[in-house]
């Protein structure tokens, strides 16, 4: 039997004869062209029966020639079957109501013929934190591509969350067994059965899941070193030291596919629990398959139980991850085994970092609440992102899974008694809030970088700096307003919300700034300070007059504070409000008033030498003339004010100058639009522009002018100009959450 052609042979003089390509066989016998190139290349020896027939009808194989071909095949299975002993490191079941991931299924797919380096072979290192489903996927994936591997499909768990991970000889061991080596033929050493072991997958279609890593110590002698095996490993670590590996990281669900896995599971129920609970019990989940299915399963098991009741239980963050079990699942269980690998250090820090507000962080605030310098919270949290329990991001931030954060919080509560965290709070709160604060005020005049800095901090070299970090940190050092409001810290809670009050200008669109200065009026009317409450009632009136303005408001809050401020007499806070109430005024057409109250504002501010303030209130009369239709007048007082701002020797502050002169320019570009003077218009318009930019100040007003001037360059003839004028406008409403004028101005820019 020896000198007999195998089945691929025969195959393919058979394919030939007919005339057919792989394709068109493929086509004719429904058995796909891949499984046949495997078939021809003597990669599948022993088809399935089924297949066999299929094709043989397909070549239209009559007789003792049907019969050879069909005997070939059996003969293939059952060297095939011989070969090994059946059962060891068969591959798991899967899972009937897999859901999702079909772009990374794909990827494993491509792993079958994808080339390597002589002598490397070919690996793909699946990784992700607990709770993905990282075995689930990489048992169907393996399943998936069965079909290619006629040599096995072969499953190891390496244990790498225990306290014993499986060592490498024992795991080459079973891997030799199962390739039906027996156990006298396996050598003793290591380097040993690793040889053995890459020889034999040199030269079969083998594919090896080696689930649970530990390390890249423990499966580097369990890879393939060239040839036709495969290996794909699953871990919760990175294995960053493996050379030559294709990554996948594996992601949490979306919700469509959360809400359809959670669906499989219930089955015919899930359509009396109705969609939108569905929608709202996969949202609590995170897209975390292991929750999903633990979530489903105590639905499943539990006729009387609705989705809606159980997502209401969920919504309690206090007690959410005790919801998250069913029989042996658990999923704090899954989180366990990743914080049990931890170091001392880096468990104290993982649990501590439940108390920093906001949905991301950098490495100080862990430093502060690790008690340790930054470099060494820098290796704790490279450590905690190694074995997922932190992901991390753009420009060194990191983040928590909503769910890991709540087990966080959970240890944190076992391992560390009340008073520790309440002084861990109260650490982490004071430092946010004295960063804030120090950051906020580079931006008074004046002021910049502090003589004597307080220590804890790292003070910002520059402005630009202390506007990053403000950006960056907002949800951060907003969430510690909050805190230390609920703890009676309202010095700290005040003094942080005073700060922002130049800042602010510079960041006008951000959706935040009315609960800063409730949170400081708060805290001055907590601490009866009434100049104080005043300025914060003032900031919330400015606040409320930015587009799309809320005119009621700001002569409520303007009100307000002209009372205190009059009780106290507190004479810049008195101008501050007529100021604002001139802007209400102004917002409700009544332009007249609007204008008396600015001058007033204007006159104030001059006779206590406030020379910035005053500048701002006349430049208030321009707008009131500007919105009024008088706009000869108003292109007259901008050009005033443009001299003003210009003029060294005006006595305003230079910082506060040059902020103003951009502004001034926009405003003289719209008034020269109103009188119909385009070119002079748009230069005015363009140069506004480009100082906005260069000052880092995009806000609704560069937005804008931007499409103000995309208007007047399309009238010009300057079609490609206003394109890209539209474009750029879009781009700016889009930041500050405008989407529709955002929509309006790319339809512009995309209008030939």
């Not at 393939?224 to 495969?230: N, S, T």
């Not at 999923?331 to 170091?343: D, K, R, V, W």
Request: charged share 25%; net charge negative; hydrophobic share 45%.
């Amino acid at each position: 039997m020896t000198g007999r052609p195998g089945f691929g042979e025969v195959l393919r003089a058979h394919r030939r004869a007919a005339r057919l390509t792989l394709e068109q066989l493929a086509e004719v016998s429904g058995v796909s062209a891949r499984t046949l190139s495997d078939m021809e290349r003597g990669r599948s020896k022993g088809p399935q029966h089924r297949s066999v027939t299929a094709l043989a009808d397909a070549l239209a194989l009559e007789g003792e020639i049907r019969g050879q071909l069909v005997e070939l095949a059996r003969e293939g299975r059952l060297r095939d079957h011989w070969t090994r002993p059946t059962g060891l490191c068969e591959l798991p079941r899967s899972v009937d109501d897999f859901t999702g991931h079909a772009p990374e299924l794909v990827w494993v797919s491509e792993l079958v013929y994808a080339e390597s380096s002589p002598g490397v072979g070919v690996v793909g290192l699946i990784t992700g934190s607990a709770g993905l489903g990282k075995t689930t996927f990489a048992v169907r994936a393996a399943h998936t591509v069965r079909p290619s591997f006629p040599d096995g499909v072969f499953f190891l768990d390496l244990l790498g969350m225990s306290q014993r991970p499986l060592a490498p000889a024992e795991a080459l061991r079973s891997l030799l067994r199962a390739l039906g080596v027996a156990d006298q033929q396996i050598p003793g050493d290591i380097e040993g059965r690793g040889s053995l072991y890459r020889s034999l997958l040199r030269d079969r279609r083998v594919l090896v899941v080696l689930d649970n890593a530990a390390s890249e110590d423990q499966v580097r002698p369990l890879l393939p070193a060239g040839g036709a095996g495969r290996a794909l490993i699953t871990t919760r670590r990175l294995l960053a030291g493996l050379e030559g590996v294709r990554r996948l990281v594996l992601g949490p669900l979306p919700l469509p596919e959360s809400t359809r896995l959670l669906a499989g599971i219930l089955g015919e129920r899930s359509a009396s629990d109705g969609e939108p609970a569905l929608v709202r019990l996969a949202e609590l989940c995170g897209g975390l398959p292991l929750a999903l299915r633990i979530i489903g399963n105590r639905l499943a098991s539990r006729p009387g139980w609705g989705a809606a009741e159980l997502a209401a239980r969920l919504a309690d963050e206090e007690r959410r991850l005790d919801q998250f079990k069913a029989g042996d699942l658990k999923i704090a269980n899954a989180f366990g085994m990743s914080y049990e690998q931890l170091t001392a250090s880096a468990r104290r820090m993982f649990r501590r970092l439940a108390v920093v507000p906001g949905p991301d962080f950098d490495a100080a605030p862990a430093a502060v609440v690790g008690g340790v310098p930054v470099e060494d919270a820098w290796e704790a949290l490279d450590d905690l992102v190694d074995l997922g329990l932190l992901h991390d991001g753009a420009a060194g931030r990191y983040r928590f899974h909503d769910l890991v954060r709540l087990f966080a919080r959970d240890r944190l509560h076992e391992e560390e008694g009340a008073d520790g965290r309440e002084a861990l709070t109260v650490k982490v709160t004071s430092w946010l809030l004295r960063m804030a604060t120090l950051c906020g005020r580079w931006f008074e005049p004046g002021y910049g970088r502090p003589a004597r800095p307080d220590p804890d901090l790292t003070v910002p070299a520059s402005p630009e700096e202390a506007e990053g970090w403000l950006r960056a940190n907002m949800d951060g050092w907003l969430g510690a307003m909050r805190t230390a409001a609920d703890r009676d810290r309202h010095s700290l809670v005040l003094d942080c919300a005073e700060s922002m009050h130049w800042f602010s200008d510079l960041w006008a669109h951000n959706p935040h700034w009315h609960e800063v200065f409730t949170l400081g009026a708060e805290a001055a009317r907590a601490l009866g300070d009434l100049p104080r409450r005043a300025s914060q009632l003032n900031y919330l009136a400015w606040a409320r007059s930015l587009p799309p303005g809320d005119p009621e408001a700001v002569l409520r809050y303007a009100g307000q504070a002209l009372e205190l401020a009059t009780r106290s007499d507190a004479t810049a806070q008195i101008a501050w409000s007529q100021q604002y109430t001139a802007s209400a005024l102004r917002l409700l057409g009544r332009f007249g008033e609007a204008v008396a109250a600015s001058c007033r504002a204007a006159e104030t501010f001059r006779t206590t030498g406030d020379i910035d303030s005053s500048v701002q209130c006349l430049a208030h009369v321009a707008h009131c003339l500007l919105d009024e239709g008088r706009h000869a007048e108003a292109l007259e007082r901008y050009r005033g004010l443009l001299a003003v701002l210009e003029d060294p020797e005006s006595g305003m502050t230079p910082s506060v100058a040059r902020l103003s002169r951009p502004l001034a320019l926009l405003r003289v570009g719209h008034c020269l639009e109103r009188l119909g003077r385009r070119v002079e218009a748009i230069a005015a318009l363009t140069e506004g522009i480009d100082v906005i930019e260069t000052l880092q100040m995009s806000d609704f007003r560069q937005a804008l002018a931007l499409e103000t001037l995309a208007a007047l360059l399309a009238d010009e003839g300057r079609g490609e100009e206003s394109r890209h004028a539209s474009a750029r406008a879009a781009r700016v409403f889009e930041a500050i959450g405008d989407p529709v004028a955002a929509d309006r101005c790319r339809a512009l820019a995309a209008t030939p």
